[in-house]
């Protein structure tokens, strides 16, 4: 098997995007495709269209060389000898994934099929997608022995991601043929043998050559149940701590306190076990309710992730009657808001649970001024600007005068504000942390009356209001 070998990516959203990039950086030729023209010219550029760290640089090293991006599906399915298929499985209104442009890209790659090609799945799929590409492949008159399916799921997380790509806890790889198999390995041997990190300029992380990436070999239906069960089952570790924070704050303990003990136990683990506001972005929501629903249409009771998705919703609702609770009324109130994004690291606003509470907030009748580091752009477009909501151009701007601030986004330079600063320019010193970045002992000890997510209300004793409350 060469040792450079031309990929085709289809789609340039998150998963594509950097996917294209990365392979690159392990040495192919890549081919990315999307029927987005105007983001195949910013592409052309270098310009990323979404906040990653580490993207902007690839990008640039890689774009118009190595990486070449183009809206010609059937160039480059005749020039790959392998394609991903990296387009939105959007969540449908009865809750199963939108295969239609899954459906529509494998149609498209058919009818450009020549010689041998290997398809692989790199979007989350449902479990049976592998045996409808093939059923696709052969009923637009493809002779099976001109193609494999595969699937490649990913398991990258929105900020970090091509840092997880290229330092991946594992590579799945579901194969059926021997075929398939040797050219995946072959894609992913810089990782797998460790000669990646070997390069000067390879992006740091946690492996090396002396650890290099662990290779995974499943079948098929076992690696599309992989990705779909993995983030079902992280969504449910979110969902679990919430539900505990909720007992913690009825009898006053601390769920960091908690969670640490739970996540010390090795069969545990600390990730994914931070309380707050709920679980958001691309996948987990799409992704439980498309798992909930393959296995309600193959008869298996699967009400665990209902519950899961119901803890989640009501999560927002729980912050919302606490931020209520502490203001009394909302009406006239001005609100800071520090967040936009579902989670720190990413510009992404999709199934923002910051997003959700700053309509309700608005609905209530708050002035609510707003600071993300790098979702404002996009939050725009769903939340446009008027006397009610205005973007701040930093975390002071939008705390000046307000009545609250509150934390809905974990960015780690929201950790880091001058306390001393924010507790003379907040018209009253509240602060309603629904991501628990700050100690409460040191925000009583700055003068806050502080709530947080899962702990007991550090009211500050000169605080005349909430010192009557019960």
Known sequence: MREQLTIGIVGSGYVGLVTAVCFAELGHRVICVDSDESKIALLRQGIPPIHEEYLPQLLQRHANHAVEFTTDLK??????HALFIAVGTPQSQTGH?????VDAVASEVARAIT???????KSTVPVYTNEWISRIMMRNGVPHELFDVASNPEFLREGTAVMDFLHPDRIVIGVDSGRAAEI???IYEPLISGSYYKKADAVPGPRMTSEPAPLLETSTKAAEIIKHASNAFLAMKISFINTVSNICEAVGADIEQVAKGIGSDGRIGHKFLKAGIGYGGSCFPKDVAAFRYVAEHLGVDFGLLSEVEKVNAEQKKRFFQKVRSALWTFRGKKLGVLGLAFKGGTDDIRESPAIDLIRMFLHEGCVVSVYDPAAAEKARQVLPASKELSYAKDSYEAAQDADALLVLTDWAEFAELDL???????RYPVVI??????????MRKYGFTYLGVGRAAGMHEKDPVFAKLP
């Open 184 to 186: 995946l390995q072959a």
């Open 97 to 101: 994934a939108d295969m239609s442009y």
């Open 75 to 80: 160039g480059a399915t005749r020039q790959a």
């Open 433 to 442: 942390d629904g991501r628990n970045l700050f100690d409460p002992a040191v």
């Open 420 to 426: 001393d600063r924010l507790s003379r320019i907040l």
């Open 115 to 121: 010689d041998y090609k290997l398809i692989v799945e």
